[in-house]
Nanobody, 118 residues
Framework: QVQLVESGGNLVQPGGSLRLSCVVS????????MAWYRQAPGEQRELVAA???????NYTDSVKGRFTISRDNAKNTLYLQMNSLKPRDAAVYYC????????????WGQGTQVTVSS
């Protein structure tokens, strides 16, 4: 089964930046639409950003202009550059398939914690 390993989360002040990474254990990573999701305490997991296998991107309104999703197919790695972070961005961030109707893998990774606080 595919393994998803997220990293890069940390405590950052409002206005700061972080870069998240997700390594996917599959040689056919390049053929999937991928996405970043986040889940804050007491809330449902939401899709934050998606990137198609061809590189088309899509973002939820609350992060447009601040977050950038990208992928390196040679490294089977998905990235999320997060700038101008706000307290409401605090959550556990996960990667998985997603976007344009792509179905998620049933086994999620452990996620990476992003905390935004002064």
């Amino acid at each position: 089964q595919v393994q998803l390993v997220e990293s890069g989360g940390n405590l950052v002040q409002p206005g700061g930046s972080l870069r998240l990474s997700c390594v996917v254990s599959s040689a056919i990573f390049r053929s999937w639409n991928m996405a970043w999701y986040r889940q804050a305490p007491g809330e449902q997991r939401e899709l934050v950003a998606a990137i198609s296998r061809r590189g088309t991107t899509n973002y939820t309104d609350s992060v447009k202009g601040r977050f950038t999703i990208s992928r390196d197919n040679a490294k089977n790695t998905l990235y999320l550059q997060m700038n101008s972070l706000k307290p409401r961005d605090a959550a556990v961030y996960y990667c998985n398939r997603g976007g344009w109707g792509a179905s998620e893998f049933p086994n999620w990774g452990q996620g990476t914690q992003v905390t935004v606080s002064s």
